[in-house]
């Protein structure tokens, strides 16, 4: 790791990356097709051809290799500074993802594992004493033991998560808030011909009120709310483009790991902040004139909008979106590297966190640029102020096909069903076909013994090993895009 030039962050992001990337490299060095069926059930749409390999594109772009997953862990805990929930929330994934991946985990034992997950515990609950070498397979009483017990049970892919959290909080292993944070929902669209990530992100806290929020909410305040993903938020005035003459401006610099020689993104954006009856928004948009910034960033732009909730309970409900471009990276490690940094999560640590516990010289929501005010409640965000722009509506994705074997109708499948049909049609057209000229055979008396013990051997060997081909022919699918929700009008832009 390079020494720190400046100010350096715990290192959480960067030895979650670390941690994440273990399973890529698990795939990649694995013979058994086993392995990428276990890691896709956890990473979806990252193990097929064309996918697999982001670990190696992260790396690239970072300019050093990631550390082992012993390493990795060790330096996240050892780090001097409590890990944030939402931080703890995809430790507690990783880590449950990589104890059912031998070839993931090599290093690193069941205690050290439990010792990681232990950091997750009930809020409250003291840190259990270590003992190196223990049994957790019975009698497990720490958090930490009896979260990876669950996690082994229960944990078997993405779909689990849900149920087997709410058991480990209903065991008292895990915190309630952690258990809580949804996981990343990226998907992959297109905005102008490039490919982007798109982030939405949905919470709603009872601790803190609209005024609170709005306290820390200017983009000037983030790196101070969420500085280990912020490294820095430079103010840069007022805005220098024709078609936003009310926006502010900020240079923003985020790095996986703040303060050490690790690359950094510096974008400049622009941004305006608009108040409406029980509502405050910010907007954010690349700067089409902008000189400062290094060019790395060709697509940055979201919101972030925080009401007062309805109902009895006081407290506030926030929602935002990020829509992202990194050059450098294809769309699957920008996937990873955009969750696992937390773009979207990054909003929790800086507004509820900075909210309850605001710190020192703080930007006030009231200073310029002046928020814009509206005249009734936005339920969704419109382009209704002048020198806001809609984004262009998002095309349909263009998947390129890796080389796959046709089925014999001609076409390609796609799916994992379609490729069970395809392989049974193939199987049947083969039998017919040999039968076909077995049957030819006999017609012209030339069928022996031989030959049907042959026709056998051939066919019973071959039913036996076609579920085997199967999982092996999975990987050769094209790789598969969730689709994203439309990026314009009530949704956003």
């Known amino acids: ?78 780090a001097g500074t409590a890990p944030t929930r939402p931080q703890l929330s995809r430790l507690v994934y990783v880590l449950g993802s990589i104890a059912h991946v031998p070839s993931a985990r090599v290093g690193i034992e069941d205690d050290e594992l439990a010792r990681g997950l232990g950091l997750a515990r009930p809020q409250g609950e003291p840190l259990p004493a270590q003992t190196p070498g223990r049994d957790f397979a019975g009698g497990v009483t720490d958090p930490g033991g009896r979260l990876l017990q669950v996690l082994l049970e229960r944990f078997k892919n993405l779909h689990d998560w849900i149920p087997a959290t709410r058991e480990a909080v209903l065991l008292n292993c895990l915190d309630e808030i952690v258990a809580r944070i949804a996981l990343c929902n990226a ?108 060019g790395k960033v060709t697509v940055d732009k979201g919101w972030l909008k925080v009401g007062t909730r309805t109902g009895g309970n006081a407290g506030v409900a926030v929602s935002t979106r990020k829509v992202v471009h990194i050059t450098g990276l294809p769309p699957v490690a920008q996937k990873i590297f955009v969750c696992v940094m937390g773009y979207g999560w990054a909003s929790w640590e800086m507004l509820l966190g900075g909210a309850i516990q605001s710190p020192a010289g703080l930007v006030a929501w009231t200073e310029p640029p002046t928020p814009l005010q509206g005249v009734q409640g936005v339920l969704h965000f419109t382009s209704s102020f002048v020198g806001t722009q809609a984004a262009q509506p998002a095309t349909t994705p263009t998947i390129t096909q890796p080389a ?20 049974f049609s193939d199987y049947l057209a083969q039998l017919a076909n040999d039968s076909a000229a077995l049957a030819a055979k006999w017609s012209n008396r030339d069928f022996t013994v031989d030959d049907l013990a042959k026709y056998g051997a051939e066919y019973g060997a071959r039913l036996a090993a076609e579920p085997w081909r199967f999982v092996e022919r999975l990987t050769e699918l094209p790789p598969r895009k969730p689709t994203c929700p439309p990026i314009i009008g009530d949704d956003g832009f």
């Open 404 to 423: 796959a074997t046709p089925t014999s109708t001609g076409t390609r499948p796609k799916t994992a069903a379609g490729l069970a049909v395809s392989m």
């Open 187 to 294: 998907c992959v669209t297109t905005q102008n011909n490039i490919e982007c990530v798109l982030v939405d992100t949905k919470l709603e806290s009872s601790s803190v009120s609209l005024d609170q929020v709005k306290a820390i909410l200017d983009p000037r305040n983030w790196n101070k709310t969420a500085g280990e993903f912020f490294c820095s938020m430079q103010d840069l005035g007022t805005s220098n483009a024709a078609d936003y003459p009310q926006w502010g401006r900020i240079l923003e610099t985020v790095s996986a790991w703040c303060g050490t020689g690790l690359p950094k993104l510096e974008t400049d954006l622009l941004f305006y902040k608009a108040n409406y009856p029980g509502q405050a928004v910010v907007q954010y948009d690349l700067n089409p004139s902008g000189t400062e910034g290094d």
């Open 1 to 78: 790791m390079p020494e720190p030039t400046e100010s350096e962050s715990p290192g959480h992001l960067y030895n979650l990356l670390a941690l994440y990337a273990a399973l890529d490299k698990a795939v990649l060095s694995s013979d058994d097709p086993a392995t990428a069926a276990i890691v896709e059930g956890f990473l979806p749409g990252t193990t097929g051809e064309g996918q697999r390999g982001w670990s190696r594109d992260l790396e690239r772009f970072l300019g050093e290799p990631f550390p082992s997953v012993n390493t990795a862990l060790s330096r996240f805990l050892d």
